[in-house]
């Protein structure tokens, strides 16, 4: 087990408000009451804090990966950055062929599902990473929100379990609830001084603003990282604390509490008012107010949106241009992955190359290798590129956690 800050300290802004409950004391007396079965933590584990000074166990190995449907249509290099991570740490995981979507395009968005049919989605897939012997890491913030709802849902509704339970025994599945609902963010913050040591490129003139994830922290916020050497515990940790341990000059702006303009129902209906809100009130402000070579976020929709918003903009001349990232791709580049080989930038449309010449990147010969790795596949001497072509790059150093 790994020790990490430590829960001496609750961080909460109003001292007079109550602490809510902590819901994960009653997922365990519903296994005792044999309604479900609890998988737990595996070793080695972090110990994290969190926003209300209680400890989080975030698993470092064997862990099973909840992709996001986001990331692998439109960020293909934010998922292949966290394998890659893993990979060099040499932490095992596993990559599933049988996870479903979250769905909570439609929870959140469109209001036409129910209950049951939500919180069975997760159970599902909770029961497929127990089965499959791993534990979950969620890749998307919103998935990592909407299964942190549905865990309370499901605790203080004994009907709706019931109905879960009924859908699961059609499927053949076992119910069952993580011990903790962990965010792939929450692991990176916790291997973040690995990564660290493990750096190749300078990151200390790197200015970076960083965009926390509305569902990360805002939904069920006592659950969320807070680290009492990051902004005093006042605000979460995630990605400040990963930017910060490798070198990089993290600057605040104004308006780092409000939506990246995602939103969910708006960028389906009312997407010119997603375009603005994330240009007026996130990218342009930082821009002024701090000047950032790039912006670090920790969700899906928050660097889809921030990032694909700016190029509309251009079109009317307004201040933008600053490239934007998941924290895991920065840090991989930190590492020295490949910038398309792995972290795929060529998919984003911001320019990123002013950074990656800031880091010490070739980006020119990076960008030759990658058409040549195209050229061997159009050749028919490839069908597609695989982990092998890239592990050489950097060699697997591996990960052994303190006791």
């Known amino acids: 087990m790994v020790q990490g800050v430590g829960n001496s300290r609750v961080f909460r802004q109003d001292p007079d408000l109550p602490v809510p409950e902590d819901v994960r004391e009653r997922v365990l007396e519903l296994e005792a009451e044999g309604e479900w079965v609890v998988q737990r933590v595996p070793e080695p584990y972090a110990e994290v804090p969190t926003k209300y000074g209680r400890t989080k166990k975030v698993p470092l190995a064997h862990t099973w990966h909840h992709k996001s449907c986001g990331q692998c249509g439109h960020i293909p290099g934010y998922s292949t950055a966290i394998f890659w991570l893993h990979r060099k740490l040499g932490l095992e995981y596993d990559d599933p062929r049988d996870q479903t979507s979250c769905t909570g395009w439609n929870y959140y968005a469109s209001a036409t599902s129910n209950a049951a049919a939500q919180a069975a989605v997760a159970a599902r897939n909770f029961a497929a990473a127990y089965e499959s012997g791993y534990f979950p890491l969620i890749h998307c913030g919103t998935s990592y929100g909407h299964y942190k709802e549905v865990r309370e849902e499901l605790v203080k509704h004994g009907e709706l379990r019931r109905q879960v339970r009924d859908i699961l025994g059609k499927l053949g599945r076992p119910f069952v609830m993580p011990e903790e609902i962990v965010h792939y963010s929450e692991w990176v913050y916790a291997v973040r001084h690995e990564i660290a040591a493990r750096r190749v490129h300078d990151c200390s003139e790197v200015v970076v ?195």
């Open 209 to 403: 603003t960083v965009h926390p994830a509305c569902h990360y922290y805002k939904l069920v916020q006592g659950d969320a990282i807070y680290d009492p050497d990051i902004y005093g515990g006042q605000r979460t940790a995630v990605v400040t604390a990963v930017a910060q341990a490798l070198g990089a000059q993290v600057r605040d702006y104004s308006t780092w509490f409000d939506c990246c303009g995602f939103g969910f129902r708006h960028i389906l209906v009312q997407r010119d008012f997603t375009r603005s809100f994330a240009v007026g009130r996130k990218i342009e402000v930082m821009v002024e107010e701090a000047k950032p070579d790039v912006v670090l976020t920790h969700d899906t929709g928050c660097v889809t949106t921030l990032d694909k918003s700016q190029f509309a903009a251009q079109v009317h001349n307004r201040k933008v241009g600053v490239p934007v990232m998941s924290e895991a791709q920065f840090a991989a580049l930190a590492m020295g992955a490949h910038p398309y080989r792995v972290c795929q930038l060529h998919w984003h449309a911001a320019d990123y190359r002013p950074l990656l010449e800031k880091m010490g990147i070739d980006w020119r010969e990076k960008w030759r290798e990658f058409e040549d790795d195209l050229e061997r596949i159009r050749r028919g001497e490839k069908e597609y590129l695989t982990w092998e072509d890239v592990d050489a790059e950097v060699p697997v150093r591996h990960f052994v956690p303190a006791s």
